[in-house]
Every structure is written in structure tokens, then in C-alpha cells.
């Protein structure tokens, strides 16, 4: 069953940091464009960050920009988001989704463009 696992949010300080990996059963990622999205309490989902293909071309939302990374280790079938000098503004579920390797689906965050998505896991930032 082709699935994407997110874990590693928490509950973290202003100004700290969190990594959240997503994991895949059944396929590999690398095949895949690999987006994180997120959505706040009472708001739409959002797309954070986008990895594009093997050779680590990223997109990231201007709200994001200079504070996540987004990074792939192939050899664990894993994508990672690296989130620095976290804010309140921050606190949402966050997802990952696969989609097309190549082409304007990852780059626009185009949620009708992905294959598969994982659950979500949760980032609060608060002191």
C-alpha cells in the first residue's frame, strides 16, 4: 500500500528549530516531486516548500524563504524540512505529498497535482 508517513513535529520555543522527515512504503521518492504543505487553525493549507528532482532544485513560500530547507536522502527514502528561527505564525499541521518529478506542479505548490499524501504531523511554536 503506497503511503507518506510525516514525523518529528513537536512543541517548540520562538526562535528554535524542528526537523520533520517524510517516509514512503511501497515507493521510492526519488521518483517523485516531494511538497510540504501546511495548514493552520482556521485556515486553508498552504504549500511551504517544494523539492523538484534529484539535483536539488527547491521552491520555497516568500514566508519561509532563508528559514527552511528542504533535503532528500535517497538512500533512506526520505525527505526532509529543516525549520530555523521558528515563529507562532509557524504553528499548523504540516504535509507531504508526492507529485510529478518535473513541471509546474511543484514550483506553483499545486495541490491538485499530487499523487499521494501523508497524514500530517503537528508543529506548535509557543513559549
Known amino acids: 500500500q503506497v503511503q507518506l508517513v510525516e514525523s518529528g513535529g513537536g512543541l517548540v520555543q520562538p526562535g528554535g528549530s524542528l526537523r520533520l522527515s517524510c517516509g514512503a512504503s511501497a515507493f521510492s521518492l526519488h521518483d517523485y516531486s516531494i511538497t510540504w504543505f501546511r495548514q493552520a487553525p482556521g485556515k486553508e493549507r498552504e504549500g511551504v516548500g517544494c523539492?523538484?528532482?534529484?539535483?536539488?532544485?527547491?521552491y520555497y513560500a516568500d514566508s519561509v524563504e532563508g528559514r527552511f530547507t528542504i533535503s532528500r536522502d535517497n538512500a533512506k527514502n526520505t525527505v526532509y524540512l529543516q525549520m530555523d528561527s521558528l515563529i507562532p505564525e509557524d504553528t499548523a499541521i504540516y504535509y507531504c505529498a508526492a507529485g510529478p518529478l518535473y513541471g509546474s506542479i511543484c514550483p506553483t505548490f499545486d495541490q491538485n497535482g499530487m499523487y499521494y499524501w501523508g497524514k500530517g504531523t503537528l508543529v506548535t511554536v509557543s513559549s
Open positions: 523539492a523538484s528532482d534529484e539535483d536539488g532544485g527547491t
